[in-house]
């Protein structure tokens, strides 16, 4: 029992974190710290209710996506930048996806991370009154693709890279929200097969409903936070999210140095 309720709160705090500028491999690494998963399965586990997200996302945008009546052109417009920034991620990842994860996947990095980057977007907020930019353009796109790679440091948020990025750059919040849920797709899918094709263990039947439930869980979490977030965006700004940043990062610093 206690192991299901792990897994639907796991699966709560990757569908609420995933697509806000708060990092969820940062919230999964603090809250792993208390629940008794294996650590092989854990990863797998963390795998399965990335996917979730990762479909909540595509049925959100699946217009955006594949739409019914789009030109060869258009096609090419939107997914040839959403690729290319996808691309220069995939290989910085490849390059140095391993040795950040076994180095710095840890609750100082995170909380570190974590006010860095809060500090950051409040600074962007406070001096980037007009960002009005609504198309990307190549260069721009593989400039976000370089800024994404911060996010292999748990604690920087994929999401608050490249929406850190696109502020910087001019862009509008709606349309930094919004680029930045195109690129999860690819991004997000790539980074979870390869994680699984690394994944040699078995299954038991409860493990693959523990599975099932974080899936779902994190599904469901996802595709309600995503909506709510591009409303709030629309009307708002991300100094909310700066400032939750800084404070669980100093709170996780006070935890776990007394």
């Known amino acids: 029992m206690m192991d299901i309720l792990n897994a639907i709160i796991l699966g709560i705090v990757e569908g609420v974190t995933e697509f806000l500028p708060i990092s969820s491999t940062g919230h999964l690494i603090l809250f792993n710290q208390w629940f008794n998963f294996s650590e092989e399965f854990t990863k797998l586990f963390d795998i399965v209710i990335q996917s979730g997200a990762i479909l909540a996302v595509i049925i959100i945008f699946w217009k955006d996506l594949w739409p019914s009546k789009w030109s060869f052109g258009e096609l090419e417009n ?6 290319a920034a996808f691309v220069i991620t995939a290989i910085v990842g490849l390059l140095f996806g391993d040795i950040v994860q076994e180095k710095l996947f840890n609750a100082y990095v995170v909380a570190g991370a974590l006010i860095f980057y809060g500090i950051v977007l409040l600074i962007i907020e406070k001096r980037n009154s007009k960002v009005t930019k609504q ?11 370089l800024v994404q790679s911060l996010a292999l440091v748990p604690g920087t948020s994929r999401s608050g890279a490249t929406i850190i990025g ?3 750059l001019g862009y509008a919040r709606p349309f930094a929200a919004k680029f930045s849920f195109l690129l999860a797709v ?53 100094v909310p999210f700066a400032w939750y940043r800084i404070v669980l990062g100093v709170l996780v610093l006070i935890y776990f140095l007394i």
């Open 186 to 238: 690819p991004t997000l899918i790539a980074a979870s097969g390869y994680s699984l094709l690394k994944y040699n263990n078995g299954l038991s039947g409860n493990e693959v409903m523990l599975l099932v439930i974080g899936f779902l869980v994190s599904l469901v979490s996802a595709y309600i936070v995503s909506k709510w977030f591009l409303s709030f965006i629309s009307k708002n700004n991300f």
């Open 135 to 145: 198309e990307i353009s190549y260069k721009d796109a593989v400039i976000i693709g």
């Open 78 to 83: 939107k997914w040839g930048k959403i690729l």
């Open 166 to 168: 696109l502020l910087l």
